[in-house]
């Protein structure tokens, strides 16, 4: 699906602004029983900063891995994620509970973003590359590990955008194959054909590098 | 009954996990496991695959930096106002205003009657009917002349 689809579709959880102060809001819409975002987002929209730290420490680490992977960038991925946070602090009044779940909902608005970066990408700061380790300070098996886990990221890095972020989804954010399909705006169906496609492109290149 | 090659293409679109396959396909995988070792061998690097890219890709975290800088830029910006109801109502007068304006009238009505101050009489009589009059007169009465409001 294109960017400009995925972003219009993006705001679709949220409806017109709800009173402040009032107390109407919470009695007139439906929370979803246990659905701690969606109180969490209540809250914010009342003002509480400490809800919304709470909110965030949910999902920051979620965010950051799939803007991560997608982007590729330690940088621009914060930057990417700093940006949605504010999104939800400045529109949480808006916020519709009972429809989207926030984390789909985050996910995809990560997503719209990181790829929108992608394409138009800004200059890279010299003092964010990250340090480079030092295999003296890890014992040989840790290096082995990490040996992996470069090559990994590095198969996943060269997966086209699409299947890139679906991967990122699954395993980073850890979402089912319905939520990735959610966030991608695509039927579950194209997903698992992205996911095939990328674990095949995966497994080929990692055998390419072990030989 | 299910081949080796179908089995791949099970395993890439389901992942390795038995619990997640589905339960029509699970009976024709798992029998296909009970008499192929190629399958056995083709889901065991599947759960390699599987072990790996969750160790590289779920493992990462947000920086600390990150989380203060994204709670004090929240703390900077202001948000849009609520909705609110239109302004007519937000100045509406409270319910007393209107008794309070009767009671007034009342009483003033009642003081008139009782101290005897004459009933209002116009100066003038009105005018005929057809009978043309100045504007200027019905405005600011009939001494008002040229000279005054050229």
Do not use: C
């Not at chain 1, 809001?25 to 975002?37: E, F, L, N, T």
């Not at chain 1, 509480?48 to 965030?56: H, I, P, Q, V």
């Not at chain 1, 979620?62 to 504010?86: C, H, M, N, P």
């Not at chain 1, 519709?96 to 608005?109: I, N, Q």
Request: charged share 25%; proline share 7%; aromatic share 6%.
């Amino acid at each position: 699906m294109a960017i400009e689809a995925l972003r219009a579709e993006a705001w679709r959880p949220f409806g017109p602004a709800a009173p402040e102060g009032t107390g109407l809001w919470r009695s007139r819409v439906a929370i979803r029983p246990g659905d701690q975002d969606d109180e969490l987002m209540a809250r914010i929209a009342a003002g509480e900063t400490g809800a919304f730290r709470r909110l965030m420490d949910r999902h920051i680490d979620a965010a950051y891995r799939l803007a991560r992977r997608v982007i590729g960038s330690d940088a621009e991925a914060e930057d990417v994620v700093q940006e949605a946070f504010l999104k939800v602090w400045m529109r949480a009044r808006f916020w519709k509970p009972g429809g989207a779940r926030f984390s789909t909902w985050l996910w995809r608005v990560v997503l719209n973003q990181s790829l929108d970066q992608l394409r138009h990408p800004k200059p890279a700061p010299l003092d964010t590359a990250p340090e480079p380790a030092d295999p003296a300070a890890d014992p040989a098996e840790a290096l082995i590990e990490r040996q992996d886990e470069t090559r990994v990221a590095q198969a996943v890095a060269e997966l086209p955008e699409r299947q890139r972020a679906a991967i990122a989804l699954i395993y980073g954010a850890g979402a089912s194959n319905a939520e990735a399909a959610e966030a991608l705006g695509i039927s579950v169906g194209a997903l698992e054909q992205l996911l095939v496609r990328a674990r095949r492109s995966l497994r080929a290149r990692l055998k390419d590098s072990a030989t | 009954m299910m081949d080796l090659d179908e089995f791949q293409d099970f395993l890439d679109t389901h992942g390795p996990d038995p619990a997640t396959w589905p339960a029509e396909d699970r009976r024709q995988a798992e029998a296909l496991l009970g008499r192929s070792a190629a399958a056995r061998a083709a889901l065991a690097e599947a759960q390699r695959l599987d072990s790996l890219l969750a160790r590289t890709l779920a493992t990462e975290r947000a920086s600390e930096a990150l989380r203060a800088r994204i709670l004090a830029t929240a703390a900077g910006h202001a948000r849009p106002a609520a909705a609110r109801e239109p302004w007519r109502f937000r100045f509406a007068p409270p319910w007393w205003i209107g008794a309070a304006s009767a009671t007034a009238s009342l009483l003033l009505g009642i003081y008139v009657g009782a101290s005897g101050l004459p009933p209002f009489v116009p100066s003038e009589p009105p005018p005929a009917a057809g009978e043309i009059v100045d504007v200027a007169d019905l405005a600011f009465g009939a001494a008002i002349d040229e000279e005054t409001f050229p």
